[in-house]
């Protein structure tokens, strides 16, 4: 599977973005696909997911209320609606991908498949 993020960008706080994840390859079976952030002298960590059959989501506490996750799996992708953008949202944002079930793991460790990432950046 390969998974290809694009989408950011530098936005001013309060702004919006919009990610987006096209995944290919062998997709057939995926469970959740997810976005994950890793901000400068920070770990890498998770934002949201959905899952690829029933839409189910998961967000962080820190984006709840801000950012929505949608998916289309006709077309393969995943996207990141970022709304209420402040500085703190700064970061490399990548897409993920498992095959595990049936809940959504919020651990990176439990994602098999990633892609290269893209960054956003807030100026206040």
């Known amino acids: 599977v390969q998974l290809q993020a694009s989408g950011g960008g530098l936005v001013q706080a309060g702004g919006s973005l919009r990610l987006s994840c096209a995944a290919s390859?062998?997709?057939?079976?995926?469970?959740?696909l997810a976005w994950f952030r890793q901000a400068p002298g920070k770990e890498r960590e998770f934002v949201a997911a959905?899952?690829?059959?029933?839409?189910?989501?998961k967000y962080a506490d820190s984006v709840k209320g801000r950012f929505i996750i949608s998916r289309d799996n006709a077309k393969n992708t995943v996207d990141l609606q970022m709304n209420s953008l402040n500085s703190e949202d700064t970061a490399l944002y990548s897409c993920?991908?498992?095959?595990?079930?049936?809940?959504?793991?919020?651990?990176?460790?439990?994602?098999?498949?990633w892609g290269q990432g893209t960054q956003v950046t807030v100026s206040s």
């Open positions: 959905i899952t690829r059959k029933y839409g189910n989501t």
């Open positions: 390859g062998r997709t057939l079976g995926l469970h959740a």
């Open positions: 993920a991908a498992d095959r595990n079930g049936p809940v959504i793991s919020t651990s990176r460790s439990q994602y098999h498949y």
